[in-house]
């Protein structure tokens, strides 16, 4: 089994930033997607970012254009830089990894999963 651990979570102002890391300890078998996914009290998880084994990203509409997802040269470090952040961008996020079909943005097709990191915005 994949372990991944997220970092970079916290309370921050709207318009403000973050970076998220997520660092796996090796490489998933099921898949190569990974990607940021996150939760809000009451509502279900939902795809925030992803990218596949090429490189390739994509993104909810709601986070189009503030967020943006990478990794390093290993693939085994992941990062979410998220900036102009609102007070609906709240939630709890998680890493993600052990995926396929990224585009789908779909948490059900990914098999790893980290413990998450709190992203609290306040306006």
């Known amino acids: 089994q994949v372990q991944l651990v997220e970092s970079g979570g916290g309370s921050v102002q709207a318009g403000g930033s973050l970076r998220l890391s997520c660092v796996a300890s090796?490489?998933?078998?099921?898949?190569?997607?990974m990607g940021w996914f996150r939760q809000a009290p009451g509502k279900e998880r939902e795809g925030v970012a992803t990218?596949?084994?090429?490189?390739?990203?994509y993104y909810s509409d709601s986070v189009q254009g503030r967020f943006t997802i990478s990794q390093d040269n290993t693939k085994l470090t992941m990062y979410l830089q998220m900036n102009a952040l609102k007070p609906e961008d709240t939630a709890l996020y998680y890493c993600?990894?052990?995926?396929?079909?990224?585009?789908?943005?779909?948490?059900?097709?990914?098999?790893?999963w980290g413990q998450g990191t709190q992203v609290t915005v306040s306006s």
């Open positions: 993600a990894a052990g995926g396929v079909a990224c585009y789908l943005l779909s948490p059900a097709l990914l098999s790893e």
């Open positions: 090796r490489a998933s078998d099921s898949g190569g997607c």
């Open positions: 990218i596949s084994t090429t490189g390739t990203t």
